[in-house]
């Protein structure tokens, strides 16, 4: 079975562009939850997505916004890039989230903002 | 508010070295608790969970065990490998807020043969 698959694998963007970011779920899998990783603060919750409705936001901007279609692919949105934006974020998936749902992780798009 | 501490790493130990982990966690009931761990240039991948009290869970030589007297779930292993080297993260979920996990800041894992 195909792991989560995330692309790009690298993105460099200039301060002030917008990106999209994409998440292929494992298959059979209809949550897609996203995080962003950096060293200074960790791993954080952006939003999680069940059939393409979103369940739960993290303590983000409105700049940073996600969809599911109905496939449950998932994309994220980040609109006027800031520096502080360069992260790794990770997207996973679970069957159908919930608390005692083990997450599936893909490698991560590098996001490096300049 | 919900939240994870582990310990500060690195952690640099010899091949078959014993490894402990420590983490504590807060929160008001009973969370699932996790580890993940992340290899260089990947994602995360779940290492073991455990879902009540004093449930251990394990996985590939580590274990872990819920404990609510003390709220921690420290990660051990009898006998480390050099591809054991690795950032070890534990993290919780709780029912009322069941779509996120909150992670610890990671413990950076370094086995030298």
């Known amino acids: 079975k195909a792991g989560v698959t995330q692309t790009p694998r690298y993105l460099i963007k200039t301060r002030g562009q917008q990106v999209t970011l994409s998440c292929s779920p494992i298959s059979g899998h209809r949550s897609v939850s996203w995080y962003q990783q950096t060293p200074g603060q960790g791993l954080q919750f952006l939003f999680e997505?069940?059939?393409?409705?979103?369940?739960n936001k993290g303590n983000f901007p409105g700049r940073f916004s996600g969809r599911q279609f109905s496939n449950s692919r998932s994309e994220m949105n980040v609109s006027t890039l800031e520096l502080g934006d360069s992260a790794l974020y990770l997207c996973a998936s679970s069957l159908a989230g919930g608390y005692n749902s083990p997450l599936h992780f893909g490698n991560g798009t590098r996001l490096t903002v300049t | 508010g919900n939240s994870v501490t582990q310990m500060e790493g690195p952690v640099t130990l010899s091949e078959e070295a014993f490894l402990t982990i420590n983490c504590t966690y807060t929160?008001?009931?009973?969370?699932?608790l996790f580890w993940y761990v992340q290899y260089p240039g990947e994602g995360l991948q779940l290492l073991l969970k455990?879902?009540?009290?004093?449930d251990k869970g394990s996985n590939k030589g580590f274990e872990a065990t819920y404990r609510k007297e003390t709220t921690s779930f420290h990660l051990e292993k009898g006998s480390v490998q050099v591809s054991d080297s690795a950032v070890y993260f534990c993290?919780?979920?709780?029912?009322?807020?069941?779509?996120?996990?909150?992670f610890g800041s990671g413990t950076r894992l370094l086995v030298r043969p």
């Open positions: 455990a879902t009540k009290a004093d």
């Open positions: 929160a008001t009931g009973y969370p699932s």
């Open positions: 993290a919780l979920s709780k029912m009322d807020s069941s779509y996120k996990l909150i």
């Open positions: 997505y069940f059939s393409e409705t979103q369940r």
